[in-house]
Nanobody, 114 residues
Framework: VQLQASGGGLVQAGGSLRLSCAAR????????FGWYRQAPGNQRESVAV???????NYSDSVKGRFTISRDNVRRTLYLQMTSLKAEDTAVYFC?????????WGKGTLVTVSS
């Protein structure tokens, strides 16, 4: 299983970014995927999750600002981030639990300047 996240960058507070995560080596459509983030000095935390049926769940800190989605044809996971805040600065990772193992992408850095 390979997960490749992209789309991070430097953005001003209030701006938007869209992250992508391309998945290989997995039956994409039947799995639950998630976005996590880790800020310097902090533990990795869950940001958003999407099930195979399209049900979503968000952390309270991003609810109403971030949207997780998936394209099963393109085998790609997305995270649309709007109204970004300085505290959203972190490395963002995509994740899937598959056959009892947890797989992580390499991460993409999002920096929000205030």
């Amino acid at each position: 299983v390979q997960l490749q996240a992209s789309g991070g960058g430097l953005v001003q507070a209030g701006g938007s970014l869209r992250l992508s995560c391309a998945a290989r080596g997995i039956n994409f459509g039947i799995n639950t995927f998630g976005w996590y983030r880790q800020a310097p000095g902090n533990q990795r935390e869950s940001v958003a999750v999407i099930t195979s049926g399209g049900n979503t769940n968000y952390s309270d800190s991003v609810k109403g600002r971030f949207t997780i989605s998936r394209d099963n044809v393109r085998r790609t996971l997305y995270l649309q981030m709007t109204s970004l805040k300085a505290e959203d600065t972190a490395v963002y990772f995509c994740n899937v639990d598959h056959r009892g193992r947890s797989f992580w992408g390499k991460g993409t850095l999002v920096t929000v300047s205030s």
